[in-house]
């Protein structure tokens, strides 16, 4: 049984007089305990989304979220279930998710607290992720961006998840402290024996870190296999469009902001395969019929 499994997942935004627009539709993920699942693609292609909706954070439209054993989804739901304290997020902007008032030892108390784990200290945890323990007496402003970010995987793991989702937990971050905290997060989430979902628009540093992609294409996952299979091989034309977009020579880098073609409206998408307008390998079943998900996602890759 995996840690994580989520099928079919469907995520709505719904806005007052606007149509509804279907930010995750449909989107299929797993998460063992001890692995490091990347989830790549273009900014509004529904990551965050659907990692809000593991959370209990966003209202799930359909579909199947099951984290330990336990079906965790709910619709409109307002308060996070204890259970989900088990699942532990990363934001992208650890200022926004410290509060500016309290010190740092005290939120990563709160965090222990939850755990029940009256043998560690909030300095012990600073330590952990490589700052000094007497740190703890300090508020959040004394730190640079780097170290927020550290402190807020520090208070993240104090709970002591089982998942640990990183919400494009790097991209505010200096180049030099990306890959740094990137090993972090996965170095403490493996030793801890929790999964670890790290959404980044960085294919560098997934490449560094992920045991396992998942490209997610306007709300589908397209591609999923292992890092380095897919590294070398991408199957799915959009993997490959991604890979090559990449401009330093060595291959590594981070996505481009927009690859060629307009981005569909996430409100009215294509009929058939969501890439068919931008997929220089289009054939006409591409814009009638929606290939089966699958580890490609591809009518290249299936039977019409
Ligand atoms: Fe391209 Fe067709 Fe494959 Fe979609 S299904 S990615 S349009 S070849």
Same mark, same amino acid.
């Given at each position: 049984?995996?840690?994580?499994?989520?099928?079919?997942?469907?995520?709505?935004?719904?806005?007052? $007089?606007?149509?509804?627009?279907?930010?995750?539709?449909?989107?299929?993920?797993?998460?063992?305990?001890?692995?490091?699942?990347?989830?790549?693609?273009?900014?509004?292609?529904?990551?965050?989304?659907?990692?809000?909706?593991?959370?209990?954070?966003?209202?799930?439209?359909?579909?199947?979220?099951?984290?330990?054993?336990?079906?965790?989804?709910?619709?409109?739901?307002?308060?996070?279930?204890?259970?989900?304290?088990?699942?532990?997020?990363?934001?992208?902007?650890?200022?926004?998710?410290?509060?500016?008032?309290?010190?740092?030892?005290?939120?990563?108390?709160?965090?222990?607290?939850?755990?029940?784990?009256?043998?560690?200290?909030?300095?012990?945890?600073?330590?952990?992720?490589?700052?000094?323990?007497?740190?703890?007496?300090?508020?959040?402003?004394?730190?640079?961006?780097?170290?927020?970010?550290?402190?807020?995987?520090?208070?993240?793991?104090?709970?002591?998840?089982?998942?640990?989702?990183?919400?494009?937990?790097?991209?505010?971050?200096?180049?030099?402290?990306?890959?740094?905290?990137?090993?972090?997060?996965?170095?403490?989430?493996?030793?801890? $024996?929790?999964?670890?979902?790290?959404?980044?628009?960085?294919?560098?540093?997934?490449?560094?870190?992920?045991?396992?992609?998942?490209?997610?294409?306007?709300?589908?996952?397209?591609?999923?296999?292992?890092?380095?299979?897919?590294?070398?091989?991408?199957?799915?034309?959009?993997?490959?469009?991604?890979?090559?977009?990449?401009?330093?020579?060595? $291959?590594?880098?981070?996505?481009?902001?927009?690859?060629?073609?307009?981005?569909?409206?996430?409100?009215?998408?294509?009929?058939?395969?969501?890439?068919?307008?931008?997929?220089?390998?289009?054939?006409?079943?591409?814009?009638?019929?929606?290939?089966?998900?699958?580890?490609?996602?591809?009518?290249?890759?299936?039977?019409?």
């Amino acid at each position: 049984m995996s840690l994580l499994t989520v099928e079919d997942l469907v995520v709505d935004h719904r806005t007052p $007089g606007r149509p509804a627009v279907r930010a995750v539709a449909g989107a299929s993920l797993a998460v063992e305990a001890g692995e490091v699942v990347g989830l790549v693609g273009e900014s509004g292609c529904g990551k965050s989304t659907l990692a809000r909706a593991i959370c209990g954070l966003a209202p799930t439209s359909g579909g199947k979220i099951a984290f330990e054993g336990g079906n965790v989804t709910r619709l409109g739901l307002r308060r996070r279930d204890a259970g989900l304290m088990k699942i532990q997020m990363v934001f992208q902007d650890p200022y926004a998710s410290l509060n500016p008032r309290r010190r740092i030892g005290a939120q990563i108390a709160d965090g222990l607290e939850t755990a029940r784990d009256r043998e560690t200290t909030p300095g012990g945890m600073l330590e952990r992720v490589g700052l000094p323990g007497a740190m703890a007496e300090r508020y959040p402003h004394e730190f640079s961006g780097g170290q927020r970010q550290r402190i807020a995987i520090a208070r993240a793991l104090a709970a002591r998840p089982s998942l640990l989702i990183g919400d494009e937990p790097i991209s505010a971050l200096d180049a030099s402290a990306q890959a740094q905290v990137a090993t972090l997060m996965r170095n403490l989430a493996v030793e801890s $024996g929790a999964g670890l979902l790290f959404i980044s628009h960085d294919l560098s540093v997934v490449r560094l870190i992920a045991d396992r992609i998942a490209v997610m294409y306007l709300g589908k996952i397209v591609e999923t296999g292992p890092t380095a299979e897919v590294w070398e091989n991408p199957r799915h034309p959009y993997t490959q469009a991604l890979l090559r977009a990449i401009p330093e020579p060595d $291959g590594l880098g981070t996505l481009p902001a927009e690859l060629p073609g307009d981005v569909p409206d996430p409100a009215d998408p294509p009929q058939g395969c969501r890439f068919h307008p931008r997929c220089p390998m289009a054939m006409d079943v591409c814009a009638e019929k929606e290939p089966a998900p699958g580890p490609v996602s591809c009518w290249l890759h299936q039977q019409p």
